[in-house]
């Protein structure tokens, strides 16, 4: 089961915190979920990912794409960070 909560949204950035397990159809229901909260241009999508525990490959999949998306992964698992492809160096930035 996933849960996707709205902490801040704002003309200034848009923030989603994500928890459970990102995997089947959890994984269309956070891509339609970032669809919806797309902020637009020059303004960051962030995802809060410290309570996810667990993500299949088309999670991971999906992820990566955000990602190339410019979307902000805060606060992965180290697990989480390193399928994602998070290199020595690379900042994932902690949530304020």
């Known amino acids: 089961m996933l849960r ?5 949204a704002s003309c200034q950035s848009v923030r989603l915190r994500v928890e459970g397990r990102l995997a089947g159809r959890s994984v269309a229901e956070l891509r339609q979920t970032c669809e919806l909260h797309f902020p637009g241009p020059g303004v960051p999508l962030m995802l809060d990912l410290a309570d996810v525990s667990f993500a299949d490959a088309e999670g991971v999949a999906l992820l990566k794409s955000l990602m ?3 979307v902000t992964l805060l606060n992965p698992s180290p697990y ?3 399928q994602v492809g998070h290199h020595e160096g690379q900042a994932f930035l902690p949530a304020t």
């Open 4 to 8: 996707i909560t709205v902490v801040d």
């Open 68 to 70: 190339r998306d410019n």
């Open 80 to 82: 989480l960070a390193i």
